[in-house]
Every structure is written in structure tokens, then in C-alpha cells.
């Protein structure tokens, strides 16, 4: 199954992508969206950062499991997974962000959003 969406020879793909895709590359993109949301920067920073940590993931798929390094399926999945856990970063700070520094024109319309008070 891991095989129609990553290219991956492995039989242990499931594993080797939740490890290192999910855990890894997510964790720390996740940390990059906290990271651009904290110093206010807009959501499209994010993409640009994402791409060298998809880079950065592929690179250590074939160092260490030795999967292809030049796979454009892989790497896009590996930015998909970067970009959906860095937007989960960044809505996370950004919406409690609003509703503390705008308190008086903002409040927390739930985990992700903000809304008029």
C-alpha cells in the first residue's frame, strides 16, 4: 500500500515513513510553523520553509534507508506531510496570538480560529 503513494522498496515503508516523515519531518515542521507564527510572519513564509525540510527528509530517507533521492512522488508527499504539520503549528500560535494581543477585538473561536468579539 505505502508503495502507490511513496516510492519505497522497503518491507518495513510503513515504518521507515511514519518514523522518519511523520515523526521527524513532521515534529519539526511543526516547531517551523510555532516558529513563523511566533514572530509574526505571514502563512505564506510557510511553504518556502517547507521545502528544504522536505529536502532535508528525502535526504535522510536515502541515507539511512537507501530509497531514491531524486523522487519527486516522495518529496511531495514529504512536503504535503511538512506543510500539514507546519499550518497545525502555525494556526495553533496565530489564533492565541490573536486573542491575547487583540483581546478587545478578538477571542479564541476555537483551537485553529479566532473570531470578532
Known sequence: MPGLIYDSSSDYALGIFLLVTVAMGGGA????GKAIAQTWRPYWHLPLYMLPLAATVRFCHFALFEEPLLSLKSLGVDFAVALLAASLGYRLVRSRQMARQ???????GGLLSWRRI
Open 102 to 108: 487583540y483581546g478587545w477585538l478578538f477571542q479564541r
Open 29 to 32: 515542521a511543526y516547531v517551523s
